[in-house]
Nanobody, 123 residues
Framework: QVQLVESGGGLVQAGGSLRLSCAVS????????MGWYRRAPGKQRELVAV???????NYADSVKGRFTVSRDNAKNTVNLQMNSLKPEDTAVYYC?????????????????WGEGTLVTVSS
């Protein structure tokens, strides 16, 4: 089994910063892409940022220049540093990881999601 546990959400004033972290644990062979999505009240879930195992990060236009995604492959963690927060960033933030499980020839990758952490930005 694979578990993703997020931390770091909370209440912050507009212009402030928060750092989200997500730890992946369980029967892991390797982790491919990792990232963050969010779901604002009354809206669909949207991509925030993704970071491949060894490639170029990708950000939603709405967070470019304000958010930075990073990962620690040794610790199986992914982080999201959020600066210059705006009220429209208020949402539940979800960590996602494409995790390869199994052994030998019976390995396969699947997307796993965290429970989500609430970020509230007050004006």
């Amino acid at each position: 089994q694979v578990q993703l546990v997020e931390s770091g959400g909370g209440l912050v004033q507009a212009g402030g910063s928060l750092r989200l972290s997500c730890a992946v644990s369980g029967s892991i062979f390797s982790i491919n892409g990792m990232g963050w999505y969010r779901r604002a009240p009354g809206k669909q879930r949207e991509l925030v940022a993704v970071i491949p195992k060894g490639g170029i990060t990708n950000y939603a236009d709405s967070v470019k220049g304000r958010f930075t995604v990073s990962r620690d492959n040794a610790k199986n963690t992914v982080n999201l540093q959020m600066n210059s927060l705006k009220p429209e960033d208020t949402a539940v933030y979800y960590c996602v990881a494409n995790v390869v499980v199994g052994t030998g020839k019976d390995k396969y990758g699947s997307d796993y999601w965290g429970e989500g952490t609430l970020v509230t930005v007050s004006s």
